[in-house]
């Protein structure tokens, strides 16, 4: 009894000697050499952010680790201005349609009082504690960008972002306190007038995208995500008092005196008074 027949046999020397020939001619294509592996953001390889600025959320997911080592962050205060935002103005709000971009703004675009380019090189200010998950420039239309991780006290993973930067005064890994400077409002190389281009996400991995969209994504509205995590609600402003002190109908900015109350009033004045 035979127990192999030629055809048997001439399968198992085919795929030997196909096994045999992609070994020894290794990968079909060259891989490029590593030049950098300074860190997990510059590194040649593996798994390195796409310069394009493309959601590769594959990619982009913090590891259990990276989000044990997000601080916790008890307080959020405005990226710009004083704690509440006070000498900004906000030019292109969360949310707003921008026919000409194609999609609505996916951030808050923040600007000192004087508008244009007066701002340019103003301190920008990390918005709570946290950790810096990237730092770099994912595409001429972004410029150097920030994004810190935050975790808060309800157990949520935050990102804030900030971009269109003239200057980046923290690095990947660094950890930063809430009101420390963390960069310096820019134009994204001569893009646009100097601003913030902020942002608030919940996210669990760093994915720059874009900044119009015509699906929320995990983006947040940055101004009331700020308000609602103040932590602080005592230190909002109060409103202003000069319109009801202009106003002539409010009954508590009315002087009503008696005719003697008047008259002294009038000796006081006129310097008789004692």
């Known amino acids: 009894m035979k127990l ?4 048997t046999i001439s399968l198992i020397l085919l795929g030997g000697l196909m096994i045999f020939v992609a070994i020894w001619r290794g990968p079909s294509h060259d891989l490029p050499a590593i030049e950098s592996l ?4 510059t590194a040649d390889a593996p798994l390195l952010l796409p ?3 493309q959601p590769r959320h594959r990619l982009h997911q913090l590891s259990a680790w990276d989000r044990v080592k997000l601080p916790r962050a008890a307080r959020f205060d405005s990226p710009m201005g004083s704690e509440t935002g006070g000498l900004t103005y ?3 709000k969360f949310w707003e349609m921008n026919d000409k971009r194609g999609g609505h703004h996916t951030g808050d675009d923040l ?3 004087g508008g244009m380019n007066s701002d340019l090189g103003d301190p920008v200010f990390a918005t709570a504690d946290g950790l810096v998950l990237y730092a770099g420039e994912p595409s001429p239309g972004w410029g150097k960008t ?3 991780g935050h975790h808060t006290t309800d157990g949520r993973s935050l990102h804030s972002m900030y971009a269109h930067l003239d200057q980046m005064d923290v690095a990947v890994g660094t950890t930063v306190e809430r009101g420390q400077r963390i960069g310096k409002v820019g134009t994204a190389n001569g893009y ?4 913030l281009h902020f942002e608030m996400r919940e996210s669990d991995g760093v994915d720059i995208g874009g900044g119009y969209s015509m699906l929320p994504l995990n983006r947040l509205n940055p101004s009331e995500t700020i308000v609602a995590l103040r932590g602080a609600p005592e230190d909002r402003p109060a409103p202003s008092i000069l319109p009801y002190a202009m106003d002539k109908d409010s009954p508590w900015n009315r002087l009503e005196l008696s005719p003697e109350d008047a008259a002294r009033l009038g000796e006081i004045f006129d310097g008789n008074g004692k």
Do not use: S
């Not at 192999?4 to 055809?7: G, K, L, M, Q």
């Not at 300074?38 to 953001?41: F, S």
């Not at 646009?192 to 601003?195: L, Q, R, V």
């Open 4 to 7: 192999f027949n030629p055809v």
């Open 51 to 53: 310069e394009d600025g």
């Open 90 to 92: 906000n030019a292109q």
């Open 192 to 195: 646009y007038p100097a601003h």
């Open 111 to 113: 600007n000192g009082i």
């Open 38 to 41: 300074a860190n997990y953001q």
């Open 146 to 148: 920030l994004v810190v």
